[in-house]
């Protein structure tokens, strides 16, 4: 199972980061196998093309299982990993691989985002998400207990689907 | 798998119940076992502690597989289905259950409506939603082939999820 | 100006009503002109045609401002509230309302509920919404500090909106 | 009364621009006072403490009326538009401004876009949206007769709305 994390936050290796690969780790028991922080690639963001976004594109698009994370910026996900996600063809740019919305913020007062607003775009790209979104307070980003109870209830829903697409893929 | 279908339009034996339940034999290929015309429940609904409300919502959290299905009021799900998903508990209600969302309009543009605006009460109450929801204009309601597109994208991934919980319940 | 609450609560004269009457009489200085306990309309809710739902429906539709509330279940507004909803006519319905989306609920995890999920029917209504929709904590239902920022923040413009609409009748 | 107009295409001079511009003419009679394209302002959209995006958004916050628009890609609205959105102070970097959502796409079926999920980000930053927001199949972004319905019902609300703070500005 190839896994991937993505993280939007303008700030490079942010806290967004490292909770989205400690949930990756948490819930396949490895560490990632590519990790994508968004800001790093730069200006080539803003049009097509960009040599280095199409790899990175590419590398999300042959994963099994994706963390898509985000800082909570004006109530939503950031502008920069949307940026990110622009760049994948609409309806089949995520086929084939099972997708986790992951949002961290000050709060809780932006709990309903990932299910409401991050998870529509990563299903319109082709996804399958079948987990309830997840949303972290970011002070407990690093802290394995903050992410453990989503992992007890949907880890093993989330495992099963990604492995549907490993088995697909050996065909 | 028991597979039932749950219909949320104020008219009884409404194109929507039709639609539901042909959209559960296309990816079935059986009769569901259930059908709720949640209007036949009538003014138990209203309240809680209804018997025929809770043998109602008994069997349809007993289910595998569950076709949530609502006309298009006020550009959302009906009152009517909303007043039965009400009456599970959160969380929990629909765990087990992999659930579809299904809404009907008389045009295109409420579209987003099954994935913004019905899916996330649906995983509110635990259900797994692995797909994208699915909106069909309404005089289409009896055309399998308004339905074939997304049973050839989304029915393995569907079946999957729903023959999972099966498996579970039978350890 | 004709000032209405409506609460759409399943228990009857619940805190949601209390907590509706409250922000409409800190925001206008008197007491609601009308008060609609939605629960209270009761299985006529069900069908169309109900006179006593068709008088409420015409005496909301009639007013000049209207708090519209909800305690929040399953992560967004009630059954119940939709089902009054619905009786309403789509895009003239509540024109010439102005209209505030106010939900109560246990924590804060479901702050965007109004904004997010209530505002949009109400402007499928028709309704002028200028305003952010406003999410309190259930246990301060009664407390005035709880809805003063919003009043403060919001009130003038919410008020001059309603006023327009008083005008508009005279002439 | 200051008018300005933000498109959020990443093609330069785009449809969006000239159909935000048609807007907000068709609505005051005028030519738009100032135009944001978005994507002129470059890879300083992606940090913090750009000059030209700082006068950008001094621009945009120190007008009375501003047409926010955005082609729909993902069945939302641009990276690019959010990226500069994410720019502005939360809750107050769009007060006393009154804001109309535009969205520009193929065809009918992502209609619910600029009020689901354009209007909440400019809510979230302070402004006033009284309107529903628009939604134009991009084949007719400079067709006024797309705009006429809307602006026919909406626009002595929205002009209201907006001459309310050019009031408050000039006490």
Chains 1, 2, 3, 4 share one sequence.
Do not use: C
Not at 51 to 57: F, I, L, N, R, Y
Not at 59 to 70: E, Q
Not at 160 to 169: D, E, K, L, R
Request: zero cysteines.
């Amino acid at each position: 199972m190839i896994v991937s994390v993505v993280a939007g936050n303008p700030k490079p290796a942010s806290r967004t980061l490292t909770a989205a690969s400690l949930l990756a780790s948490t819930l396949t028991g490895k560490e990632p196998d590519h990790v994508v922080d968004v800001v790093d690639l730069g200006a080539g963001l803003l049009g097509w093309g960009d040599s280095a976004v199409a790899a990175a594109v590419e590398t999300v698009a042959g994963s099994d299982l994706v963390v898509f994370a985000s800082p909570t910026f004006k109530a939503t996900y950031t502008g920069l990993l949307k940026l990110f996600l622009d760049q994948f063809s609409t309806s089949d740019g995520l086929q084939d691989v099972t997708a986790i919305p992951l949002m961290l913020g000050a709060g809780p007062a932006h709990y309903m985002a990932p299910d409401l607003l991050l998870k529509p775009v990563l299903v319109e790209l082709g996804a399958t998400v079948p987990a309830a979104g997840l949303y972290v307070v970011d002070k407990l980003y690093d802290d394995t207990e903050a992410f453990q109870p989503w992992v007890d209830r949907w880890g093993s829903i989330v495992l099963a689907s990604a492995n549907a697409t490993v088995s697909a893929g050996d065909r």
